[in-house]
Nanobody, 115 residues
Framework: QVQLVESGGGLVQAGGSLKLSCAVS????????MGWYRHSPGKQRELVAS???????KYADTVKGRFTISKDNAKNSVYLQMNNLKPEDTAVYYC?????????WGQGTQVTVSS
């Protein structure tokens, strides 16, 4: 079992920054795949950024160069630094994990970017 709790969402103006945090109930070192997803009304859920247990990172083209995913094994946390935010980044952001063949999700945190 893996519990995930996101925090750090909020309202920000276009061009601003936010840092999302995901607190994980077990050591992130043991989790093969962790990702940040987002979902907004009328759109499919999108994998924004991911990081493996080996530290390999991938980003969606829509956020490449603006978002950075990282993890802190000592704090059992995964982060998403979001810079130069755009109104189209508005969504509920979810932390997800794949562990021993199962998928786990947090409750999500709302990010709203005003123009």
């Amino acid at each position: 079992q893996v519990q995930l709790v996101e925090s750090g969402g909020g309202l920000v103006q276009a061009g601003g920054s936010l840092k999302l945090s995901c607190a994980v109930s077990r050591t992130v070192f043991s989790i093969h795949f962790m990702g940040w997803y987002r979902h907004s009304p009328g759109k499919q859920r999108e994998l924004v950024a991911s990081i493996t247990d080996g530290g390999d990172k991938k980003y969606a083209d829509t956020v490449k160069g603006r978002f950075t995913i990282s993890k802190d094994n000592a704090k059992n946390s995964v982060y998403l630094q979001m810079n130069n935010l755009k109104p189209e980044d508005t969504a509920v952001y979810y932390c997800g994990a794949q562990y021993r063949g199962s998928d786990y999700w947090g409750q999500g945190t709302q990010v709203t970017v005003s123009s």
